[in-house]
């Protein structure tokens, strides 16, 4: 089934769905950018129309962040992970720690990062032994004020858990990849020295990474490392230091457009969180589904769930019916597997709406199986 518009509805975790009407706008455009008689990617990143282009997201993206002159906004590549290492490439010293909040499967890949360039990461708090289902809880205390940064994931994709605070200390830098959350809700983003996303949950198509980073900060990155690794070349080369993920940036400009449209981050915040609501309050009537998230860590991004206590011959058959019927990529990540709903900014309540009646109609044929 083909649930509009000739498409299913997607519910992977990234590349994720994206806006309808921006995919109409670059179907439109895709022969002939601006009358200029070629495509956008096939244009050089030199020509006057992608400088524009590029120049116009960063603005609508600082915009939108709230993010001043002390902040430079970066759009480079090699994903989040590549920010893994790349901070502390630039800002990890041999004589400080680096303050690890592990919240997930991503804050561990970045601790081992840490790790493998002989640096000190410093565990301050993890829920792993209890498969991250809820939130590490940790005091000021247990952080060090000498540490060279302190690194938080927003949103664990993964897993389905959110933070709301921050608990950081004054005077300590602070790093947060917001890769499946930014753009979804009002925050005090310049409480962060340095934020990352890649792109292709929440603001485009895969290929290019987002990076605002405090000013003031890029001066003390290291200067004998190679350049392509230094902060301070991306910057003095406006995001241009290589070759740009032109098409990707493109999109992005177009989908920070439509947020802009949309209401900004107050009118995506109220749009997600009663996505969000719809999804969980069906979860937790039933007692076919369950959601095993502690209840105030639970994203508005991903929503996380099994059906009983994890009977993964009905979660695999859950999969399959869904993707016939027209809705894909429910799947769990394969780390932790059960089942997601990634309902990411440009999913809507339809849609979601949808899902949760999709999901009944399976309780109803399969309850007797569990
Ligand atoms: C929170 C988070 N961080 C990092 C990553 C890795 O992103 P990338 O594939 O862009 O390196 C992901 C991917 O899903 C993610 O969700």
Redesign the pocket.
């Known amino acids: 089934m083909l649930a509009f518009n000739n498409r299913i509805f997607n519910f992977g975790?990234?590349p994720a769905t994206l806006p309808l009407s921006v995919m109409q706008e670059v179907e439109s455009e895709f022969l002939n950018y601006q009358s200029s008689g070629m495509s956008i990617v096939e244009m050089s990143h030199r020509n006057p129309l992608f400088e524009e282009i590029i120049s116009t997201a960063r603005s609508r993206a600082k915009k939108l962040l709230g993010l001043g002159q002390d902040y430079e906004l970066l759009f480079l590549q090699g994903?989040?992970?590549?920010q893994f290492a790349m901070v502390p490439t630039n800002f990890g010293n041999h004589d400080r720690v680096i303050d690890v909040i592990d919240s997930g499967v991503?804050t561990k890949f970045a601790h081992q990062e840490i790790s493998r360039l002989k640096l000190m990461p410093h565990l301050v708090a993890s829920t792993e032994s209890t498969k991250y289902q809820s939130l590490p809880k940790y005091r000021p205390e247990d952080l060090d004020p000498k540490a060279s940064y302190i690194h938080f994931?927003s949103?664990?994709?993964v897993v389905g858990t959110q933070w709301k605070e921050f608990l950081k200390l004054k005077g300590v830098r602070s790093v947060v990849?917001m890769?499946?959350d930014i753009f979804s809700r009002v925050l005090d983003f310049a409480q962060f020295d340095l934020i990352y996303a890649?792109a292709?949950?929440n603001i485009g198509p895969a290929g290019t990474?987002l990076v605002a980073i405090k000013k003031d900060w890029v001066d003390q990155g290291r200067k004998d490392i190679p350049e392509i690794f230094q902060y301070s070349a991306h910057i003095k080369h406006d995001s241009m230091y290589n070759t740009p993920c032109c098409f990707s940036i493109y999109v992005c400009g177009l989908v920070l457009k439509w947020i802009e449209d949309r209401g900004g981050l107050a009118g995506l915040e109220s749009e997600n969180t009663r996505k969000a609501k719809l999804l969980y309050s069906y979860l937790d009537q039933s007692s076919f589904y369950r959601s095993a998230v502690h209840l105030p860590d639970r994203s508005i991004m991903n929503v996380v769930f099994r059906i009983g206590d994890g009977h993964e011959a009905l979660e695999s058959k859950f999969v399959s019916e869904a993707e016939a019927a027209g809705y894909s990529g429910l799947k769990g990540h394969r780390l932790v597997g059960g089942l997601r709903a990634s309902i990411y900014n440009a999913q809507s309540y339809e849609a979601v709406k949808s899902l949760t009646e999709f999901m009944d109609n399976f309780y109803e044929r399969h309850k007797l199986e569990l």
């Open positions: 975790a990234g994903g989040a992970r590549h991503w994931c949103n664990n994709t990849d890769s499946s890649g292709q949950k990474t």
